[in-house]
């Protein structure tokens, strides 16, 4: 956790499944932003315990990271990863405490968008690369069923069911627009 936020600007992505958090990220990675992502920290624990780091693994050991260390202890984790200055992004915030812990961690530096799309639109993303069966089981996972709470507190939602193009320009604008420039680095 930092005191000092300035110099900073953290940008939070959450989301359902397919909604496009992971394409949201690396654009604003491509355009410098430095990122980082709560799965990392959840696949280094897996492969430490000697375990393949596949979606189901990460949802199961998530979960119980979740229940027995908590998300602050995750959230700390990711955080060590991350440089102490400059622009952010943290990709797949999955509770509440997620939201809480970067607000406290950034302050007003910290700005959270939720990103959605319909349920048929997320699942023709999911299956280009993976049978539907196997999101029908991702979705109803019980770590994602805490995502519909954690986007209700971000700070803007935007949703992403037309052209790769819109949506990235939604982003940036929404980016743009949550960054306070008199507080924070320029980041776009």
Request: proline residues 5%.
């Amino acid at each position: 956790m930092t005191d000092n936020w300035n110099g900073l600007a953290a940008i939070g992505l959450s989301g359902p499944i397919a909604a496009g958090k992971t394409t949201a990220g690396m654009h604003l990675r491509a355009l410098g932003f430095h990122y980082a992502r709560y799965s990392w920290v959840i696949a280094e624990v897996a492969r430490d315990a000697g375990r393949e780091p596949t979606r189901s693994t990460l949802q199961e050991i998530g979960r119980q990271i979740h229940e027995t260390f908590g998300q602050r202890w995750l959230g700390q984790k990711l955080l060590e990863k991350l440089p102490k200055s400059g622009c952010l992004v943290i990709d797949g915030l999955r509770y509440p405490e997620d939201h809480a812990f970067l607000t406290e961690s950034f302050g007003p530096s910290f700005r959270h968008i939720a990103i959605t799309a319909p349920l048929d639109i997320r699942r023709q993303r999911f299956m280009r690369s993976r049978p539907a069966d196997d999101y029908d089981e991702a979705v109803t996972h019980p770590s994602e069923l805490g995502v519909e709470n954690v986007v209700q507190l971000a700070h803007r939602v935007i949703n992403n069911e037309g052209s790769e193009e819109q949506f990235l320009a939604s982003l940036e604008s929404a980016v743009g627009e949550l960054l306070d420039k008199n507080r924070t680095p320029q980041c776009l």
